[in-house]
C-alpha cells in the first residue's frame, strides 16, 4: 500500500482528547462485562456527543486494520504449486525430440545435445498439480543467461519481503539484465543483492569463507523451495572471469548449472505469482514479454524468442528468456496462444548454436499440441 495512513491515535492528545482523558480522569475503569468489548463498555461510559464520535472512530479504525490485512494478504506470493509427471506429455516431448534430432541431424543435433520440458498452465489444469512432461529434462547444462531468471526472481523476493531496497541503478541494470541480457548490469545485480564485489583474490581465509558464503544467497533461497541440483551463484561475462571470481569457479567444478525442468519450473513460480505478489510479478512479466513481429531484431534476446514466435499460431503471445554463449542455446518461455491453451516450454541444446531454426522448430510442433482441439 503506498504512501502513509494516518489515524488519530487511541490515546493521544489531539482528536481523542476532549472528552476522554478530561472526562474519564481519576474514573476507575470497569472490566467488560458479559463478552461486552471493551471499547464497547468505554464508549458508554462517555456523555452522547463524545460517545458517538468515539465509536465513529473505533470503526473507522476497525475497517482500516481490515483493508490493511486485507492489502497484506493480497500482495503474498501463491503457494509454491506442484508438478504432475503426465505420460501424454512425456510421449509428445519424445515424439519431438526424436523428429528433430531426425531432421537437424546433418546439422550436428544429437539426442544427447537436446533436452525439453513442458508444464501446462492451462486453464482448468490443476491448480496444486500441473501436468508436466520432458526429454532428458534433469539434463545439467551451463545455462547461459538463463540463469538470470534466478538473480530476477530472488531480487523480487527480497523486494517482497522488504529485505531490499531498489535504487534508480539497480532498476536500471534489472531491466537491462532480462531485456538485453547484459552482462555487466548482471554484474552488477549479483552484487547487489549478495552484498559481494569482484576483485583481486581474497587472501584471508575466514574473509574468502565470508565471500563465498555471501555469493550463496541465491543458491540458499532456491535450496528452501525444493531445487536440489541448480547452481546460480556465478557472474556472467562477456570474456572471462578474473581474480576471486576466477577463484570461485573453482576449476570449473563450480560453474553456474541449470537442468531445462529447473528453468521451466523457475519461469512457472514467476508466471504465476508465487515469487512474490501481484505487482511485482507483472514487473517481472513486463520484463520478459517479447514481441512476435516479422522483422529480425538486432538484439539476440528479443530475436531468439521472436523466432520462436514465428511457428506460433497468429495472435499467440510470448514470455521468454534466452542463453547462448560457447556450444549452448537455450529458450525458456511462457506461452499462451489464441484458444487460451497456456504452457511454459523450455528447450536446452547443445552443440548445435550455429543451427538456430532448431529451438523454433520445437516450439512450433508443442504449440501444435495445444492449439489442436481437446479431445
Not at 467488560?32 to 473507522?60: H, Y
Not at 531432421?103 to 496444486?128: N, Q, R
Not at 531445462?260 to 508466471?271: C, D, N, P, T
Request: hydrophobic share 40%; net charge neutral; glycine share 8%.
Amino acid at each position: 500500500m503506498a504512501g502513509d495512513v494516518l489515524v488519530d491515535p487511541a490515546h493521544g492528545r489531539h482528536a481523542l482528547r476532549d472528552g476522554r482523558h478530561d472526562d474519564l480522569r481519576g474514573h476507575p475503569r470497569a472490566a467488560p462485562q458479559g463478552g461486552v468489548p471493551a471499547a464497547a463498555g468505554r464508549a458508554a461510559a462517555l456523555p452522547g456527543f463524545e460517545r458517538s464520535a468515539f465509536l465513529r472512530r473505533v470503526g473507522a479504525l476497525t475497517a482500516l486494520a481490515a483493508l490493511l490485512a486485507v492489502a497484506l494478504r493480497a500482495e503474498k506470493p501463491a503457494p509454491i504449486s506442484k508438478l504432475a509427471p503426465s505420460d501424454e506429455l512425456d510421449r509428445l516431448v519424445a515424439l519431438i525430440a526424436a523428429e528433430t534430432v531426425e531432421e537437424f541431424g546433418k546439422a550436428g543435433l544429437t539426442a544427447e545435445g537436446l533436452s525439453i520440458a513442458v508444464i501446462d498452465l492451462s486453464p482448468g489444469a490443476a491448480a496444486a498439480a500441473l501436468p508436466s512432461g520432458a526429454y532428458r529434462g534433469d539434463q545439467n547444462y551451463y545455462p547461459c543467461s538463463v540463469v538470470k531468471l534466478c538473480f530476477l526472481s530472488f531480487y523480487e523476493s527480497q523486494k517482497e519481503a522488504g529485505k531490499l531496497v531498489d535504487s534508480p541503478e539497480l532498476v536500471r541494470a534489472v531491466k537491462d539484465m532480462i531485456t538485453l541480457s547484459s552482462n555487466d548490469a548482471t554484474g552488477f545485480v549479483v552484487d547487489s543483492i549478495s552484498g559481494t564485489t569482484s576483485g583481486p583474490e581474497i587472501a584471508d581465509a575466514a574473509e574468502w569463507q565470508k565471500w563465498k558464503a555471501r555469493r550463496e544467497v541465491v543458491n540458499t533461497y532456491y535450496r528452501g523451495r525444493g531445487y536440489t541440483n541448480l547452481n546460480a551463484n556465478q557472474k556472467t561475462f562477456c570474456e572471462d572471469a578474473y581474480g576471486r571470481e576466477q577463484a570461485f569457479r573453482d576449476d570449473g567444478r563450480n560453474r553456474n548449472r541449470m537442468s531445462a525442468m529447473e528453468s521451466a519450473r523457475i519461469f512457472k513460480e514467476i508466471v504465476r505469482g508465487e515469487v512474490a505478489g501481484p505487482k511485482l510479478t507483472e514487473e517481472m512479466l513486463a520484463l520478459l514479454s517479447r514481441g512476435t513481429g516479422s522483422e529480425k531484431l538486432e538484439d539476440v534476446e528479443p530475436e531468439d524468442a521472436r523466432l520462436a514466435a514465428q511457428g506460433l499460431p497468429e495472435g499467440s503471445r510470448i514470455w521468454a528468456k534466452s542463453g547462448d554463449a560457447f556450444d549452448f542455446h537455450h529458450l525458456v518461455a511462457r506461452i499462451v496462444l489464441p484458444n487460451g491453451r497456456e504452457f511454459i516450454v523450455a528447450v536446452f541444446t547443445k552443440g548445435v548454436k550455429t543451427v538456430p531454426e532448431i529451438i523454433p522448430r520445437v516450439y512450433e510442433k508443442v504449440a501444435a499440441h495445444f492449439a489442436a482441439p481437446r479431445s
